[in-house]
Structure formats: structure tokens, C-alpha cells
């Protein structure tokens, strides 16, 4: 049950009541003429094997408002391509493959490195960003909007309305952020619920009423994988390459434009995906991995406004992390008993206290080289250095789609 509460800086677009999708979908289609949009689909070949690709080409084969949809393939060999070719075939809007291991865009990774830029390491940050030099390339959107391939619960609602904001011309938003609730049968999203907004309050009782913290706290999913914006950001936005895309994401939105041009949508009543393990034994994958990337990627945002980072302050910050922690679990822990979720304390409590260690890493890492928070440049400055660039990956990305 949504609710109308407008409580911060960035407008949030609630579902009210029961909002036609007929209405949504026939107005893009409007919209769409004067402010074409594209989808960028970031995907490993292994979900095409998964439960989630069959549905979601099942319903974009239904839409109609697309102009272009840019589809990064990862990890996959020349066969995987083909197959994945033919798998999206359903789908009457023009499908363009990026192949992330082809021997064309392998190329073009190399050319990269020829002229000094670290794009960083394989992952959804630098495939995004490769779909954004894509798009940029053929300079047939105005509109760009992204979402993982990993939903089992896809609905082309969840499309529409993330759309709907940046592709009006009456609204004037540049970036929006979908938002949904994470609940099965118990609560999910932890790096939310446990870290990310207890750390971001802890942040702003020890350094004060800072702007980007302000700007982050009013998400209310903040690491949702699923936004739209104005091609403009693809061009002068830099993005991390790691699992701090998201937020890293916000932060250059926030420093490139107002808050009153952003805004967050509810884009589903219940939203499922795969899940990551704990790993609160390796901080090199899993949730560990994306709690260090997080949080190196707020203190590096941080320092750039001017907040001075000490070893006491971090310290402060564990002690005042965990305890705001502590307290969420007890929040959750009655709103699980009035909905008659299940709710483990125990594996809550492990988890704030393997976030809690991550944190320490990311601290320590910081403090080590505060310019290792890896940002692939933006293409503004990619296509000053390489002017054919965008000639380039659009020749071979057409090659390989031929």
C-alpha cells in the first residue's frame, strides 16, 4: 500500500490507487515521437539459462514505445551470441547486441588502453557505460532507460513507469529512480535495510547537514538497479565499473544537476531477483564485496565535497554504524510481526556485523589511496581524446549484429 508522503528534496512519484497501464503505454507512444527512448539491458549469457529472460522478453515483445533496445552480452562465446540473437527475435523493437568477449569489441576495449583510459574490469558498470557510448553513437534517443536482467517478477508496468518522468515534456526531470518493495515471505534487501541507510545516518551525525548525504538519504531504494534519464547524463556522467555503481551514479547526478530535477517512482508492488550469499567470510564477492565497494564509493563522493576523513573519525563511524544498526533490526523486527513475515534476528544481526567489517575494509582501503575508487571517465572526454570513437563502436557493434 502506497502512500502520497513528499518528505524531501527529490519528488517521489507514488502508485496511487490502481493506475492504468493501457493509459501509461498510449501516452509514451506520444511522448516517444518527439523524445524517442532506449533501453540498455546489462546481461550475462548464464541469464538467458535463468527463469527471469524468458519473461522479460515475453513482455517487452509487448511494448510498443521503444525506439532502440542495446543489450550488453557478457561472458558469453560466438555461440552464446547467436543463440542469444535468436532469443531475442520475439521482440519487434530493433535489438542491437553489444558482445563484450567478440573479437570487434575487444578491439575497441584495446584502443581504450592505446590512448591511457582505464575503463576498469569486466562487470554491469563497464557494460553499462559501453551501452551508453552505443546509444551516444547513433544518436537516435533522447531518453535512456536501464534495469537489470535478473527479474523474476517483470512486469512492462515496472518499464512504463520508469519511463514515464524523464520521457514527458511536461515534466521537467532529467533523472529518475525506481523504487519497489524487496518482500517474500520475509524482508529482503539487506544492503539497504542494514547498511546503507544506517551508515548514511551515522554519516550525517558525525560530520553534519551534508548535502550529498541529504540527497542519498531521501532514496528510498537507493541501490535499485533500475533508472531513466535524458541522454545528456550518459554523455558527461563518470560511473564505477565496481559495485558501487549505483550510488557512484547519484553522486554524479547530484554534482552535475538540481535535486528538483530529480525524482523516484514506484515501479512495482513486490520486485524479486537472484540473491547474492553473505560471504561474511570473503570480502572478494558476494555482499562483502558490494558493502566495501559501496562505502568506498560514499567516502570518495564525500571527500570531493569537502569532508575531511581522519582515523578517528572512522572509528566513530563503526561505533555510531553499528548501534543505528542495531536499532533498524528492532524496526524491522515489528514491522515483519505485524505483517507476519518471518524474521530470523539471529541472521540479522550476522549480517550488520559482517557489514560492519566490510566497512572497516573500505575505511582502511580509503585511508590507503583515497583515489582507488575506481570512475570510468566520462564520454565527453573519451571522444575529445579519440574522436572516432563513437564511428568506431557503432561500426562494430553493427558488424556484429549483421
Same mark, same amino acid.
Given at each position: 500500500?502506497?502512500?502520497?508522503?513528499?518528505?524531501?528534496?527529490?519528488?517521489?512519484?507514488?502508485?496511487?490507487?490502481?493506475?492504468?497501464?493501457?493509459?501509461?503505454?498510449?501516452?509514451?507512444?506520444?511522448?516517444?515521437?518527439?523524445?524517442?527512448?532506449?533501453?540498455?539491458?546489462?546481461?550475462?549469457?548464464?541469464?538467458?539459462?535463468?527463469?527471469?529472460?524468458?519473461?522479460?522478453?515475453?513482455?517487452?515483445?509487448?511494448?510498443?514505445?521503444?525506439?532502440?533496445?542495446?543489450?550488453?552480452?557478457?561472458?558469453? =562465446?560466438?555461440?552464446?551470441?547467436?543463440?542469444?540473437?535468436?532469443?531475442?527475435?520475439?521482440?519487434?523493437?530493433?535489438?542491437?547486441?553489444?558482445?563484450?568477449?567478440?573479437?570487434?569489441?575487444?578491439?575497441?576495449?584495446?584502443?581504450?588502453?592505446?590512448?591511457?583510459?582505464?575503463?576498469?574490469?569486466?562487470?554491469?558498470?563497464?557494460?553499462?557505460?559501453?551501452?551508453?557510448?552505443?546509444?551516444?553513437?547513433?544518436?537516435?534517443?533522447?531518453?535512456?532507460?536501464?534495469?537489470?536482467?535478473?527479474?523474476?517478477?517483470?512486469?512492462?508496468?515496472?518499464?512504463?513507469?520508469?519511463?514515464?518522468?524523464?520521457?514527458?515534456?511536461?515534466? &521537467?526531470?532529467?533523472?529518475?529512480?525506481?523504487?519497489?518493495?524487496?518482500?517474500?515471505?520475509?524482508?529482503?534487501?539487506?544492503? $539497504?535495510?542494514?547498511?546503507?541507510?544506517?551508515?548514511?545516518?551515522?554519516?550525517?551525525?558525525?560530520?553534519?547537514?551534508?548535502?550529498?548525504?541529504?540527497?542519498?538519504?531521501?532514496?528510498?531504494?537507493?541501490?535499485?538497479?533500475?533508472?531513466?534519464?535524458?541522454?545528456?547524463?550518459?554523455?558527461?556522467?563518470?560511473?564505477?565499473?565496481?559495485?558501487?555503481?549505483?550510488?557512484?551514479?547519484?553522486?554524479?547526478?547530484?554534482?552535475?544537476?538540481?535535486?528538483?530535477?530529480?525524482?523516484?517512482? &514506484?515501479?512495482?508492488?513486490?520486485?524479486?531477483?537472484?540473491?547474492?550469499?553473505? =560471504?561474511?567470510?570473503?570480502?572478494?564477492?558476494?555482499?562483502?564485496?558490494?558493502?566495501?565497494?559501496?562505502?568506498?564509493?560514499?567516502?570518495?563522493?564525500?571527500?570531493?565535497?569537502?569532508?575531511?576523513?581522519?582515523?578517528?573519525?572512522?572509528?566513530?563511524?563503526?561505533?555510531?554504524?553499528?548501534?543505528?544498526?542495531?536499532?533498524?533490526?528492532?524496526?524491522?523486527?515489528?514491522?515483519?510481526?505485524?505483517?507476519?513475515?518471518?524474521? &530470523?534476528?539471529?541472521?540479522?544481526?550476522?549480517?550488520?556485523?559482517?557489514?560492519?567489517?566490510?566497512?572497516?575494509?573500505?575505511?582502511?582501503?580509503?585511508?590507503?589511496?583515497?583515489?582507488?575508487?575506481?570512475?570510468?571517465?566520462?564520454?565527453?572526454?573519451?571522444? $575529445?581524446?579519440?574522436?572516432?570513437?563513437?564511428?568506431?563502436?557503432?561500426?562494430?557493434?553493427?558488424?556484429?549484429?549483421?
Amino acid at each position: 500500500m502506497s502512500d502520497f508522503h513528499q518528505s524531501g528534496i527529490v519528488t517521489t512519484l507514488h502508485q496511487l490507487g490502481k493506475p492504468s497501464l493501457e493509459r501509461l503505454e498510449t501516452e509514451l507512444c506520444q511522448f516517444a515521437k518527439t523524445r524517442p527512448i532506449a533501453l540498455v539491458l546489462p546481461a550475462l549469457y548464464s541469464e538467458f539459462e535463468g527463469p527471469a529472460m524468458p519473461g522479460i522478453v515475453q513482455e517487452l515483445a509487448k511494448v510498443r514505445y521503444l525506439n532502440e533496445i542495446v543489450l550488453v552480452l557478457d561472458k558469453a =562465446s560466438v555461440q552464446d551470441f547467436a543463440r542469444v540473437r535468436a532469443f531475442m527475435a520475439p521482440i519487434a523493437t530493433e535489438v542491437k547486441i553489444v558482445h563484450n568477449d567478440g573479437k570487434r569489441i575487444s578491439e575497441i576495449y584495446e584502443t581504450f588502453a592505446r590512448h591511457g583510459f582505464n575503463v576498469g574490469e569486466r562487470g554491469k558498470g563497464r557494460s553499462v557505460w559501453l551501452a551508453y557510448g552505443y546509444v551516444l553513437a547513433r544518436a537516435r534517443s533522447q531518453v535512456i532507460a536501464l534495469h537489470d536482467c535478473d527479474i523474476v517478477t517483470y512486469s512492462r508496468e515496472l518499464l512504463a513507469r520508469l519511463c514515464y518522468p524523464i520521457a514527458s515534456p511536461t515534466l &521537467d526531470f532529467v533523472f529518475c529512480k525506481g523504487y519497489y518493495s524487496r518482500v517474500s515471505d520475509k524482508l529482503n534487501g539487506r544492503v $539497504t535495510r542494514l547498511l546503507v541507510t544506517p551508515l548514511v545516518q551515522a554519516l550525517q551525525q558525525l560530520v553534519g547537514a551534508q548535502g550529498f548525504l541529504t540527497f542519498l538519504n531521501n532514496f528510498r531504494y537507493p541501490l535499485a538497479g533500475e533508472f531513466c534519464m535524458v541522454t545528456e547524463l550518459a554523455r558527461v556522467n563518470r560511473i564505477p565499473w565496481d559495485w558501487g555503481l549505483e550510488v557512484g551514479s547519484l553522486a554524479e547526478v547530484y554534482r552535475n544537476y538540481s535535486p528538483r530535477r530529480v525524482c523516484q517512482v &514506484d515501479i512495482a508492488a513486490n520486485y524479486d531477483h537472484k540473491h547474492q550469499v553473505l =560471504s561474511a567470510e570473503d570480502a572478494s564477492k558476494g555482499l562483502m564485496r558490494m558493502t566495501v565497494d559501496i562505502c568506498k564509493s560514499i567516502f570518495r563522493t564525500l571527500a570531493s565535497e569537502g569532508v575531511v576523513f581522519s582515523d578517528g573519525l572512522f572509528k566513530s563511524l563503526l561505533v555510531a554504524y553499528l548501534r543505528r544498526a542495531e536499532d533498524t533490526i528492532m524496526k524491522f523486527e515489528a514491522d515483519a510481526a505485524i505483517n507476519g513475515l518471518q524474521f &530470523d534476528r539471529h541472521e540479522e544481526a550476522m549480517a550488520v556485523e559482517s557489514f560492519t567489517r566490510a566497512i572497516a575494509l573500505a575505511c582502511q582501503a580509503f585511508m590507503d589511496d583515497p583515489m582507488a575508487t575506481p570512475l570510468i571517465p566520462n564520454w565527453n572526454r573519451v571522444s $575529445t581524446a579519440i574522436p572516432d570513437i563513437f564511428e568506431m563502436l557503432r561500426l562494430a557493434v553493427d558488424a556484429d549484429n549483421k
